[in-house]
C-alpha cells in the first residue's frame, strides 16, 4: 500500500504530446511565409534561401513518417510531399502558400493542437522580453537591424515588413519561439513559460500591425472574430474573409488582444461560447468529432470555471445551462439532425450571453461573494472531510492513535500536490478541464471502489463468529501497517480529487469580487472552513461514544453511502470530460448525494445499493446470535 500512495503521487503528473506534429505545423508555416524570398516567375532569387527551403521540405516529410496515426496521417502526408515537390520544381510562391496555409488548417483541426492562449496576451510583458531577448538581433523597433544583426547568416527577420507580416500566423511566430529554427541563430525559447511565449508572439506579430493603424483608432465595427481565426489564420486571410475593413480590424485585434478575450471575469462565458460556435461550424461541415470535442471543451475550460459565480446569483440559469450542455453532447455522439444541433447550440449562447450579463452588469455583491466562497468549499470538501473523520474515528475507538499519523500523510500530501498541481497548470503546463475531470473521475472511483471495501469489512465484523475472531486476534495485528497505509491512499484521494478544481474556482470567484468583495470571499471560506471541522469534531464526539460492535455496524454503512456517492461523482466527471455517454432521464439532481438525472450514473448506483444490501443482509444473517450480547470495548 506504501508503494501504491508514492505511485499516485507520481502519476499525478500530466504529459505533454503532439511534438511532431507542432514541429510539422511550425516548419510549414514557415516555409510558406519564407518561400517568396527564395523563387520568383520560376528563378532562384537567393540561393542560400532557397537551399533552406529544400531542407525544409525534405525534411517535413522525413518528420511525417512520425506522426501520430489518426484519420488525416495519411492525407498530411500527401500533402507534405505534394509541397516538396512544389518546393524542387521552383513554383510559384502563391501555390506554396495556399498548400502551407491548407497544411496548417489540417493540423491543427486533425491533431486538435492547442493555438489559443490561456488568457489575453499581456502587451507590455511581451515588449518586455523582446528588448530583453530579441533586439540584440532584431533591433529594438523589429527591423533586423540589432547590433548582433551583421555577424549573422541568415540576416534576422525584419518584422516591421507588411508584407510579411500579411502572411505569417500568430500561433506560427508562437511555434517559432518555443521550437527555434534549425541552422539560424533563433535558438528555441521553450524556457519560457507558455503565457510568456504567447505574450511575445502578439508582441512580434503587432510591430508591423500598427502602420496599418497609424491614428490607433478602434474600428467602428468588430465583425465575429473567434481567438482560434485570430492566432491560425494569416492577416491576409483575415482580411480577405472581413472585407474593406479587415486590414484595420486584424491590425487592431492583433496590437488591442483585450478586445477578443475581455476582462478576466468574463473570460470564461466568451470561451464557451467561442467554442460552441467552433463546435456548430465543424458539425455542420460533417466532422462530429471535432465538434464534440469543442462542446466537451466549451464546458470543461469555459462554463464550469464560473459556474459556482452564476450559482450564487442565478442558481435556475446555471442549472440550465449545465443540462443543455450535456443535452448539446449527446445530440452531438448520437448524430442528430444539423438543425437540431444548431437550435441547441442557438439556444445555449443565449443563455450563457444573459449569464454574462448578470456576471458583468456589476462585480458580485459582498453577500454574493461571500455565499459563493462559502458554498464552494462546503460543497467541494463535505465528502472529504466526512471520509477523514469516519477513518480517524475508526483509528480511536480501535485504539490506534499512532495510526492517525497516515491520515496526517495523506491528507498532507494531497494538499500539497494540489497547490503544487494548480501552480504548474497556472504558470508551466496547460492541464485542460478534460484532464482535470478525468483525474477526479479515477480518484472518485478508485475511492468509492475502497470505500465500498472497508464497508464491507467493517460490516463483516459485526457477525457473533467474526466479531470473536476479531477479538481474539489483536487488532494490532488486523491494522498492521500495510493496513494502514491503505487508509492514508483513501485520504489521499479524497482530498486530492476536489482541491485542484477548488483553487480553481477560488480563483475565478477572486476575480468576479473585486476590491470590496475579496473580504468576504475570505470570511465565506474561513466559514466554510470552520463548519468543516465543527462536522469533523462531532463524528469524533459522537460516533466514539457507541459501542465498538455498533461502531462497526453504523461506519460500515456510511462507508456504503460515501461510496455510492463517490461513484455518482465519479461517472458524472467521466460524462463532463466526454469519455462515457449521458442518457437524460426525469429524475431529481442532488449533487450532495452525488445524484444526477442520467442512465449510467443511476444504473452504477442503483448496482451498489443492491450489492450493499445484499450483503448487508447476508452478513445478519451470517452466524448464530452472539449469546453475550456483544461486546462494547
Given at each position: ?62 518528420l511525417a513518417a512520425e506522426l501520430p496515426a489518426t484519420p488525416v496521417r495519411a492525407k498530411v502526408q500527401r500533402r507534405l510531399q505534394a509541397l516538396k515537390t512544389l518546393v524542387y520544381q521552383r513554383a510559384d ?106 505574450a511575445l508572439a502578439f508582441h512580434v506579430g503587432s510591430l508591423a500591425a500598427r502602420k496599418l493603424i497609424a491614428d490607433q483608432q478602434r474600428p467602428a465595427e468588430l465583425p465575429a472574430v473567434t481567438k482560434e ?405
Open positions: 500500500m506504501k508503494a501504491l500512495f508514492l505511485g499516485l503521487i507520481l502519476l499525478s503528473g500530466l504529459a505533454q504530446a503532439g511534438e511532431p506534429v507542432q514541429r510539422i505545423q511550425q516548419m510549414v508555416d514557415y516555409l510558406g511565409v519564407d518561400y517568396r524570398g527564395a523563387v520568383s516567375n520560376g528563378a532562384i532569387t537567393d540561393p542560400s534561401e532557397y537551399d533552406e527551403m529544400q531542407d525544409f521540405a525534405h525534411t517535413l516529410v522525413q510562391p502563391k501555390q506554396v502558400a495556399v498548400l502551407s496555409a491548407e497544411l496548417r488548417q489540417l493540423l491543427i483541426s486533425g491533431y486538435g493542437l492547442s493555438v489559443v492562449p490561456r488568457k489575453a496576451p499581456d502587451m507590455a510583458r511581451g515588449a518586455a522580453l523582446y528588448a530583453e531577448d530579441c533586439a540584440a538581433c532584431h533591433g529594438l523597433d523589429g527591423r533586423g537591424n540589432g547590433p548582433m544583426a551583421a555577424q549573422l547568416d541568415p540576416k534576422p527577420t525584419d518584422f516591421t515588413d507588411v508584407e510579411r507580416y500579411r502572411e505569417r500566423t500568430l500561433y506560427g511566430l508562437y511555434s517559432t519561439i518555443t521550437h527555434g529554427v534549425e541552422g539560424t541563430a533563433m535558438q528555441s525559447w521553450a524556457k519560457l513559460p507558455e503565457d510568456d511565449r504567447w481565426m485570430l492566432t491560425t489564420r494569416t492577416p491576409a486571410e483575415l482580411a480577405a474573409q472581413l472585407g474593406e475593413q479587415g486590414d484595420r480590424v486584424v491590425a487592431w485585434l492583433r496590437t488591442h488582444p483585450d478586445g477578443l478575450w475581455g476582462s478576466a471575469k468574463g473570460a470564461g462565458i466568451r470561451f464557451a461560447i467561442d467554442h460552441l460556435e467552433q463546435a456548430r461550424q465543424a458539425y455542420a461541415q460533417g466532422d462530429a468529432k471535432r465538434a464534440h470535442e469543442l462542446a466537451v471543451t466549451a464546458y470543461l475550460e469555459g462554463f464550469e470555471l464560473v459556474e459556482s459565480n452564476l450559482d450564487a446569483m442565478d442558481s435556475a440559469l446555471r442549472h440550465q445551462i449545465e443540462s443543455g450542455m450535456t443535452e448539446l453532447r449527446g445530440l452531438i455522439k448520437g448524430h442528430a439532425p444539423v438543425q437540431q444541433v444548431d437550435e441547441r447550440i442557438t439556444q445555449l449562447e443565449s443563455q450563457l450571453q444573459q449569464a454574462a450579463e448578470k456576471l458583468n452588469n456589476d462585480l458580485l455583491s459582498p453577500a454574493g461573494a461571500f455565499t459563493a466562497s462559502l458554498v464552494i468549499l462546503l460543497r467541494e470538501g463535505l465528502e472529504a472531510i466526512l471520509v477523514i473523520a469516519a477513518l480517524a474515528a475508526f483509528l480511536i475507538k480501535t485504539g490506534r492513535c499512532d495510526g492517525l499519523r497516515y491520515l496526517y500523510y495523506g491528507t498532507g500530501a494531497a494538499l500539497g500536490l494540489g497547490l503544487l498541481t494548480w501552480y504548474v497548470s497556472s504558470e508551466i503546463v496547460a492541464i485542460g478541464g478534460a484532464g482535470r475531470e478525468m483525474t477526479e473521475a479515477f480518484a472518485a472511483l478508485f475511492a468509492a471502489l475502497l470505500l465500498f471495501y472497508v464497508g464491507f469489512w467493517l460490516h463483516s465484523k459485526t457477525s457473533a463468529v467474526q466479531w470473536k475472531r476479531f477479538i481474539q486476534d489483536s487488532v494490532q495485528k488486523v491494522l498492521n501497517k500495510e493496513t494502514l497505509w491503505g487508509l492514508a491512499v483513501l485520504a489521499f484521494i479524497a482530498v486530492y480529487r476536489e482541491i485542484f478544481e477548488t483553487v480553481l474556482f477560488y480563483q475565478a470567484l477572486w476575480l468576479q469580487a473585486g476590491e470590496e468583495g475579496r473580504a468576504m470571499v475570505a470570511t465565506g471560506l474561513l466559514l466554510a472552513a470552520g463548519a468543516l471541522a465543527l462536522l469533523a469534531w462531532l463524528i469524533l464526539r459522537f460516533s466514539t461514544r457507541l459501542p465498538l460492535r455498533q461502531f462497526f455496524s453504523v461506519t460500515s454503512i456510511f462507508m456504503f453511502v460515501l461510496a455510492v456517492v463517490f461513484a455518482g461523482k465519479g461517472i458524472a466527471a467521466l460524462q463532463e470530460a466526454g469519455l462515457l455517454s449521458s442518457r437524460q432521464v426525469n429524475f431529481p439532481s442532488i449533487d450532495l448525494l452525488g445524484i444526477y438525472p442520467n442512465l449510467e450514473g443511476l444504473g452504477v448506483q442503483l448496482l451498489m445499493v443492491i450489492v450493499a444490501v445484499l450483503l448487508l443482509w447476508r452478513g445478519s444473517k451470517g452466524g448464530p446470535k452472539d449469546q453475550t450480547g456483544g461486546s462494547n470495548a
